[in-house]
């Protein structure tokens, strides 16, 4: 079975022809970054994605981290291939040249995180959480604090990680009860259990610099009391700082990421930011993170389209409904099945969408940073904002649906091992649930950015798809485009009315509908991701074969997919009566 190969030219087509590479030139500080370099960058991580991740996804899966005598290992190959991406520099892809990194524009973060990721996802996931770790000490550190860590977190000589998770703990952060005491020279003295910490102890760098939140003496309950530091598994003196590995969880998938308890037993640590305002630090992080753990769905649903197809097209099983295809062989390839087609198809028009829009939230960080203008870099800020729990959650349902389809294009060949499909289903899973699980991400949608200052986020999405859909409607060729996207688009706009007067007076109303209407908009979102490729595709699909399957992957959308906006809206306005009726004991 074929391996992941990084999808190079539908990169560089939303990179060239739907983004426009030449529009990261236009921003400050960019100006060398040409669509040539660009071009260069997608080529060198595709080589790192295929020769050098992916090789070892199935491998590293079969032979899992070990842990003993306190000590981590991950599978064979794994430290290698992890010093050739550091020694790459691609830990720095877009941190400032003063701390050692490339200082390239955050939109090819993301396509870094979809290769690597679909190469390889337990891999991949060192260096996602080590970028997190430099993203909140850039923003949140002191000089003193960024001298110290950066410049080996940059290089990937140490490595990152995110500690919030404790036992009792997970969702509701509030409840942390990890400590941290004064102690010598304005450090502190961090106590306390944290569980589930990616690649919290590993034999792929020296130090690990993990960020810890933690509770100060006099700190107010909640998440108001929390406060961040940066404490390393190394102390200055070359010893051991009091992080015990305790152990690692036997886990579904990601056999080759360790996930790891931390016992932090009064290790020495730097507060970042400010006391009591860990949280703002952390959601640095997170909302980085969120975005990383979008690409990663769409890196795990190409590989599963990949396979899938590739499979499809070679697996030989009855007749096509009109009659055989192939008469001279014993029967037809799969793929000639409607049933099967559904499937792929799924995959493909998932895929379209998705990399333009997650394509087009980064290229908005870089604008919300760089814009010279004041008015875009805010409207490029709220997108980013609106578009984050949106991305991650619809991604990470649909990564994982696409590895479920995959699994099932390959029948019983897919449930065993060795096609390494069932692979990709474990691995899948688990990124709708961390980072925030995607039910969490719906609450956010609607309990905090839709409201926001009196709905400006939703007016951010909401007058551009209005002013677009003016704009084809006229165009009777667009007809087959606008027609269905109006309608998913006034779907949007009544479930966002609806929810608006429900969950003033009944915030139960709200957050019964959020996963519903969540998927609502990211559905009528894609839409439009659709809609414009198709229009794009339009001139040259005669001559391009490869323009003229985008434009019939739209219409399969237009067709197929966005009519569920119908049964959304639908299960929307029902309410939250017809969930809550059965007492909770009686559940
Ligand atoms: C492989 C793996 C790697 C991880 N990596 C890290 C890491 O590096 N660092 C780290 O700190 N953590 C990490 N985690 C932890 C992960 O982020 C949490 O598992 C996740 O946030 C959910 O917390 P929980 O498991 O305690 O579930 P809970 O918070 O107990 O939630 C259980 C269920 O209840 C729902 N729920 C909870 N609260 C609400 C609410 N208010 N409204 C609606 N529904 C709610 C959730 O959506 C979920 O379905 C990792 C976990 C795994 C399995």
Redesign the pocket.
């Known amino acids: 079975m074929p391996v992941y190969a990084a999808p190079r030219e539908d990169i560089r087509f939303v990179l060239h022809r739907m983004i426009g590479a030449g529009r990261i030139a236009a921003l400050p500080g960019h100006e060398e970054v040409s669509p040539d370099l660009v071009d260069g960058v997608v080529d060198a991580l595709a080589r790192l994605a295929d020769d050098v991740f992916a090789p070892l996804d199935g491998p590293g899966d079969l032979e899992g981290c070990r842990f003993e005598n306190g000590r981590v290992t991950t599978p064979a190959g794994f430290a290698a291939a992890y010093r050739t991406y550091a020694e790459g520099g691609w830990n720095g892809l877009d941190v400032e040249a003063e701390w050692g990194g490339q200082a390239l524009p955050h939109l090819l973060m993301s396509l870094m995180h979809e290769m690597l990721s679909g190469a390889n996802m337990a891999l991949s996931i060192v260096p996602g ?1 080590t970028q997190g770790a430099i993203r909140a000490l850039r923003q949140h550190g002191s000089e003193d604090l960024k001298a110290a860590w950066l410049p080996k977190l940059v290089s990937g000589e140490w490595t990152g ?5 404790e036992p009792h703990c ?3 952060l509030g409840l942390v009860r990890s400590r941290a005491e004064p102690a010598a020279d304005g450090a502190w003295a961090v106590t306390g259990q944290k569980i ?3 690649a919290g102890d590993h034999d792929l760098a020296p130090n690990i610099v993990h960020l810890v939140l933690a509770r100060l003496p006099d700190a107010p309950t909640g998440t108001r009391g929390l406060s961040l530091f940066v404490v390393p598994k190394i102390a200055a003196d070359g010893g051991p700082n009091g992080v015990r590995t305790v152990g690692i969880e036997h ?1 579904m998938g ?1 056999h080759g990421s360790p ?1 790891c308890a931390l016992a932090f037993e009064g290790a020495t640590g730097w507060l970042v930011g400010a006391p009591h305002r860990g949280m703002a630090a952390m959601f640095t992080m997170m909302n980085a993170a969120r975005l990383s753990v979008a690409m990663q769905g769409v890196g795990l649903a190409e590989a599963a389209c990949q396979k899938a197809a590739a499979y499809a097209r070679e697996r030989r099983q009855g007749r096509a409904p009109r009659g055989a295809v192939e008469p001279e062989a014993a029967a037809d390839p799969i793929v000639v099945h409607p049933d099967v087609r559904r499937q792929l198809m799924g995959m493909r028009a998932f895929l379209g969408a998705a990399r333009l829009l997650t394509y087009e939230t980064g290229l908005d960080i870089d604008r919300a940073e760089r814009d010279p203008d004041p008015a875009a870099r805010e409207a490029a800020a709220d997108r980013v904002a609106l578009m984050t729990p949106i991305l991650k959650a619809w991604c990470t349902d649909e990564a994982f649906a696409a590895a479920n389809a995959a699994l099932q294009v390959f029948g019983g060949h897919g449930y065993i091992r060795d096609n390494g499909v069932e692979r990709l289903v474990r691995d899948a899973r ?1 990124t709708q ?5 995607n ?2 991400q719906a ?1 956010d949608l609607v309990g905090r950015k839709m409201g926001q200052d009196t709905g400006r986020l939703l007016r951010r999405f909401f007058h551009p798809l209005d002013a677009f859909l003016r704009e084809i409607g006229a165009d009777p060729a667009a007809r087959d485009l606008a027609a269905p996207l109006a309608k998913a688009f006034d779907r949007l706009q009544r479930a966002s009315l609806w929810i608006a007067g429900r969950a003033l007076a009944d915030p139960t109303e709200g957050a019964a509908a959020a996963s519903d209407y969540l998927r609502l908009f990211a559905l009528t979102a894609a839409g439009w991701a659709w809609a414009r490729i198709a229009l794009h595709c339009a001139p040259t699909a005669a001559t391009s074969p490869a323009d003229a399957d985008r434009i019939a992957t739209a219409r399969f959308f237009m067709a197929k997919v966005l009519p569920e906006t119908g049964a959304l809206l639908s299960a929307i306005t029902a309410g939250a009566a017809p969930l809550m009726a059965i007492p909770a004991t009686r559940l």
């Open positions: 959480l990680t995110m500690c919030l998770t997970g969702t509701d589930f910490v990616s886990k990601l996930t688990i649930i961390y980072e925030g699980t039910g969490v609450l």
